[in-house]
């Protein structure tokens, strides 16, 4: 069980030179927002070396300040369901997130979510955190979601400063051969029409980069890890899709999607994931494959043992 006193987060000047507000070292050194400062002075409390401060003082190199978060509940109606616990620590919580499931409530999806989920977990181990999602999945696709556990967490992770230094690492099966064993597709990504569900390469969308590594050939498949430099809607999708490549399953973006392999659904996996956290430092996620996919790389490698056998 985590403890039930607010969260204090602690820092310490020594490897600054210069004197400086505490205010200015707290957003321009640590990543606070200005307005999170201020909820943390209306609701929480801040000090320099055990002394209640206000956000004008003065530190100097070799101050220890400690910050104490808000209280907060979670904001998410709570309902009990399966979490597959990659990571966890009082910053983050990383789960493995299951296929055919939404990552926060709709209005279609009020209960079954992992967001529902994520809030029963931190109400029955007693943690006093709001539900906020770092990165989201699509609903078929499996893989890495991480939830931080505060407000400065979340805007330190999301800044973008942050944002370029995450490394996200997908895995996807895919009909057909790459053009290469390695390469990057960059293609802008844009909606084709006002209303569309459906991404498509366009000359006037979005740039959009996506680098891949062929992992595996099958006979008449791939298994490619792929790596975002930007982060579109449906990127690895569209851009597999433009090199006649569409992942297996989606039946969104390959028009010759059918069940030969047993799929229903994406099969697409976020498997690693690479961050820095304020207090714990560099983070590498791992997030092994849902059953469905460990079947689905199964069949495919006895169907090439097959054809190989047959040649």
Same mark, same amino acid.
């Given at each position: ?17 210069? #004197? ?49 978060? =808000? ?5 998410? *109606? ?8 990659? +990571? ?27 967001? @529902? ?19 989201? *999945?699509?609903?078929?696709?499996? /893989?890495?979601?991480? !939830? ?5 967490? &979340? ?10 230094? !995450? ?11 790459? =053009? ?7 293609? #802008?990504?844009?909606? #084709?029409?006002? /209303? ?7 000359? %006037? ?5 996506? &680098? +891949? ?20 809607? &449906? ?8 090199? @006649?490549? #569409? ?6 973006? %390959? ?13 697409? &996996? ?22 469905? *996919? ?5 069949? *495919? ?11």
């Amino acid at each position: 069980m985590f403890s039930d006193t607010p969260k204090c987060l602690y820092h310490y000047t020594q490897d600054r030179s210069e #004197p400086m507000p505490l205010k200015r070292y707290l957003v321009d050194y640590q990543g606070y927002s200005s307005r999170l400062l201020r909820k943390i002075i209306r609701e929480g409390n801040t000090t320099v070396n055990q002394q209640d401060c206000w956000l004008t003082k003065v530190v100097d190199p070799g101050d220890r300040i400690a910050v104490t978060m =808000p209280r907060e509940e979670v904001d998410i *109606l709570p309902v009990a369901g399966d979490l597959d616990i990659v +990571y966890e620590d009082d910053e983050i919580l990383a789960v493995n997130k299951d296929p055919h499931c939404v990552t926060h409530p709709t209005k279609s999806h009020q209960q079954d979510t992992l967001g @529902n989920r994520v809030a029963e977990y931190f109400i029955r181990t007693n943690q006093h955190s709001k539900v906020r999602f770092v990165n989201r *999945l699509d609903m078929d696709t499996s /893989g890495l979601v991480v !939830i931080a556990k505060n407000k400065y967490v &979340h805007h330190f992770l999301q800044s973008q400063r942050m944002i370029e230094r !995450i490394e996200k690492k997908y895995i996807a099966f895919v009909n057909g051969h790459m =053009p290469q064993a390695s390469g990057s597709i960059m293609e #802008p990504i844009g909606l #084709p029409f006002e /209303g569309s569900i459906q991404r498509a390469v366009m000359e %006037n969308g979005k740039p959009s980069v996506t &680098h +891949y590594r062929v992992l595996e050939t099958y006979d008449e498949a791939s298994k490619v890890e792929l790596k975002l430099e930007t982060g579109r809607t &449906h990127q690895i999708r569209v851009h597999l899709a433009y090199l @006649n490549c #569409p992942v297996i399953g989606d039946d969104l973006y %390959n028009n010759d999607c059918n069940k030969r392999y047993g799929m229903n659904r994406v099969a697409l &996996h976020s498997s690693q994931m690479n961050l820095t956290l304020p207090k714990s430092g560099k983070c590498r996620l791992k997030a092994e494959f849902k059953q469905d *996919l460990v079947a689905l790389q199964q069949c *495919l490698r006895e169907r090439l043992e097959k054809v190989e056998c047959y040649e």
